[in-house]
């Protein structure tokens, strides 16, 4: 790593237009040099200065909700499906791209140091591990595939994986339980999600003597918060491989991927860090690379793992994260957490209102801070979710899954108590 920044004087290319406030304060939140940030335009320029926030009420973030280009009006609610990127990350994607016509050879070397130097760096140091650890990923799905096929195993072999995977998370093993014979078993968890000691004793019971691996989520998608570390400590306890699917968790509040203890953690940069759609990570830890491999590289080593999918990237897609990543930890992600926390507990007092209502969701040692699901008697949460959709402008999400019934709401730094008052008003109206 040089430490310089592409887009400066050296690379020339992509005349720096402004230096926006959000690059120099994203990038010495990080301890990083201070970069632009890919080339707002006048609008990211004028916009309320980032600054670490005081609170986590409504006005401690109102000048936060400028720098996004929500439809005026509407209650964009479903933020564990997919994020809204602040619209700096929006103009760096469209430099990124305008860079690669007007001269794509050279387009495509600056976006790549831009990459090396400053995006997987930023990611590195926001998530507490080596820039080496990290490979760029599509999204979280390409991530998980990647670590689980990454796992020698042999006919027979088996991995444990729970009932509330996401299917990103639970087809690779199926594919290979089709293709290689391996068994994947399952351990049943509950909603609400039960205490650390009966989901630790679940996971010990359903370990056999073939098992080899397991592979659970960080946080659900209905927004259970697996106690990772002590699952990892049993699977090294165990001698099992441990293998995280993070694409809930990072961007709602701080993780130190290198004190969970997972052998890999697979990550959505598309949701909850805000970055543009179609970005995430693979993080292997360094001295778990005899046990995960590359799926691309026969001459791969742990020196040189060679995780990296080869082939052409989405350069100015991939750039645009360090745009995110600056605007996330110039905010603080204890700031963002609490702020989640904040908005989703309104949630939960207010649902405590509406008559009929069962909060799925656990206590807050045990649930995410920005995503909630509850049931609400005689509703069918499908039917609910478009009707309510329909008449208050607002985007949410049916959870009919884990033999559920349920609604989630998944609230992030720019909603409001308003936002949450005009659903919870709306679910008390709608019946059947
Ligand atoms: C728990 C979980 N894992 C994986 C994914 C897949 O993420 P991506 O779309 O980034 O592949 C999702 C998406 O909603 C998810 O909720």
Not at 44 to 71: I, T
Not at 199 to 221: G, K, M, N, Q, Y
Not at 243 to 260: E, I, K, Y
Request: aromatic share 6%; charged share 25%; with cysteine.
């Amino acid at each position: 790593m040089t430490g310089a920044c592409a887009g400066d004087d050296r690379h020339g290319l992509i005349g720096r237009r402004e230096w926006l406030r959000l690059g120099a304060t994203g990038a010495a939140a990080l301890g990083l040099p201070a970069c632009a940030a890919w080339e707002g335009d006048a609008s990211s320029a004028e916009l309320p200065p980032l600054r670490a926030r005081a609170g986590p009420g409504d006005a401690d973030w109102d000048d936060v909700r400028a720098h996004f280009l929500v439809e005026p009006g509407t209650a964009y609610l479903n933020n564990a499906s997919i994020g809204m990127p602040p619209r700096q990350v929006v103009d760096a994607v469209a430099a990124g791209y305008r860079a690669m016509a007007e001269l794509p050879a050279r387009g495509r070397s600056d976006l790549s140091a831009r990459i090396a130097e400053h995006v997987v760096p930023g990611l590195a140091k926001l998530f507490s591990v080596r820039p080496d650890e990290l490979t760029l990923t599509r999204n979280a799905s390409e991530a998980l595939h990647l670590q689980s096929i990454g796992v020698a195993l042999g006919p027979g072999d088996e991995v444990l994986i729970t009932s509330q995977e996401h299917p990103a998370g639970r087809r690779p093993w199926e594919f290979r339980q089709v293709r290689e014979g391996i068994r994947v078993n399952e351990v049943f968890i509950p909603s609400p999600l039960p205490p650390e000691e009966e989901v630790l004793s679940r996971f010990e019971d359903a370990i056999t003597p073939r098992t080899r691996a397991v592979a659970f989520c960080h946080v659900t998608r209905g927004g259970h918060l697996y106690p990772v570390e002590a699952i990892c400590r049993l699977a090294r306890e165990r001698r099992l491989v441990s293998l995280v699917d993070g694409a809930q968790a990072v961007g709602q509040f701080p993780v130190d991927l290198t004190s969970l203890g997972c052998d890999a953690y697979s990550v959505s940069l598309h949701k909850w860090m805000l970055a543009p759609a179609g970005t995430g990570f693979l993080f292997v830890r360094r001295d778990a690379r005899d046990r995960i491999r590359t799926a691309f590289a026969p001459d791969a080593t742990p020196e040189q793992p060679q995780f990296d999918p080869p082939g052409t990237a989405a350069f100015p897609v991939r750039a645009a994260i360090g745009t995110a990543v600056d605007f996330v930890a110039t905010l603080g992600l204890e700031a963002v957490e609490a702020r989640c926390r904040f908005l989703s507990d309104h949630l939960k007092s207010r649902l405590a209102e509406v008559s009929g209502v069962t909060l799925l969701s656990g206590a807050r040692d045990r649930s995410a801070p920005g995503s909630t699901i509850f049931e609400k008697e005689d509703l069918d949460a499908v039917a609910a979710v478009g009707a309510i959709e329909a008449s208050i402008s607002s985007h949410i999400d049916e959870h009919q899954r884990d033999g559920h019934n349920a609604i989630r709401i998944s609230t992030h730094i720019y909603n409001t108590t308003e936002q949450v008052d005009r659903f919870v008003e709306a679910l008390a109206r709608t019946t059947g």
